[in-house]
T-cell receptor, first 111, second 113 residues
Framework: DAKTTQPNSMESNEEEPVHLPCNHSTISGTDYIHWYRQLPSQGPEYVIHGLTSNVNNRMASLAIAEDRKSSTLILHRATLRDAAVYYC????????????FGPGTSLSVIP | NAGVTQTPKFRILKIGQSMTLQCTQDMNHNYMYWYRQDPGMGLKLIYYSVGAGITDKGEVPNGYNVSRSTTEDFPLRLELAAPSQTSVYFCASWSHKNTGELFFGEGSRLTVL
């Protein structure tokens, strides 16, 4: 199964950028990288996904390393509402049809 | 669209009882998943399905069963409930595993006493 590793926790000051790293050294060439986040007492929600190129949407940016063995989720200006657990997952050949979540990174935002 | 709907939202079971958690999606998604989340922990995959009539085990399938007779429905059956099954259960679906968005239900909180 596709494996990702993330730091257990991170802190950020409000209105500052946040860079959340994810390592996926066993990624295959056809695996997609997805990011989800889970706010307290809610189900996970989609943030962003990509294959090779960097991606931007209204919520965040995804920076993918050239060798694709790591990626970084970038929140441009952290708000208190961004305090959540962030999960980096892979889908594709390595994981077949399973979608496996790791422990994720718990992000705290300091006012 | 309602998205992914789970019922019940809350349930208390006695040890040894059985029950079914219902999951329905109205987006015509082929892929559906059941996860459990223990307090302070991440999501663990219980079972998944890639289409009607096809199911497979995830990371923690023991004590659970599933069926997928239609595209819309993916019920999770707990047989002989145990305290270790106390958890929040999430159902999810997506249209395409690589490029789609994984949609989650609101969760079902189960307590086994």
């Amino acid at each position: 199964d596709a494996k990702t590793t993330q730091p257990n926790s991170m802190e950020s000051n409000e209105e500052e950028p946040v860079h959340l790293p994810c390592n996926h050294s066993t990624i295959s060439g056809t695996d997609y990288i997805h990011w989800y986040r889970q706010l307290p007492s809610q189900g996970p929600e989609y943030v962003i996904h990509g294959l090779t190129s960097n991606v931007n949407n209204r919520m965040a940016s995804l920076a993918i390393a050239e060798d694709r063995k790591s990626s970084t989720l970038i929140l441009h200006r952290a708000t208190l509402r961004d305090a959540a657990v962030y999960y980096c997952i892979l889908s594709g050949k390595t994981s077949y049809d399973k979608v496996i979540f790791g422990p994720g990174t718990s992000l705290s935002v300091i006012p | 669209n309602a998205g992914v709907t789970q019922t019940p939202k809350f349930r208390i079971l006695k040890i040894g009882q059985s029950m079914t958690l219902q999951c329905t999606q109205d987006m015509n998604h082929n892929y559906m998943y059941w996860y459990r989340q223990d307090p302070g922990m991440g999501l663990k995959l219980i079972y998944y399905s890639v289409g009607a009539g096809i199911t497979d085990k995830g990371e923690v399938p023991n004590g659970y069963n599933v069926s997928r007779s239609t595209t819309e429905d993916f019920p999770l059956r707990l047989e002989l409930a145990a305290p270790s099954q106390t958890s929040v259960y999430f159902c999810a679906s997506w249209s395409h595993k690589n490029t789609g968005e994984l949609f989650f239900g609101e969760g079902s909180r189960l307590t086994v006493l």
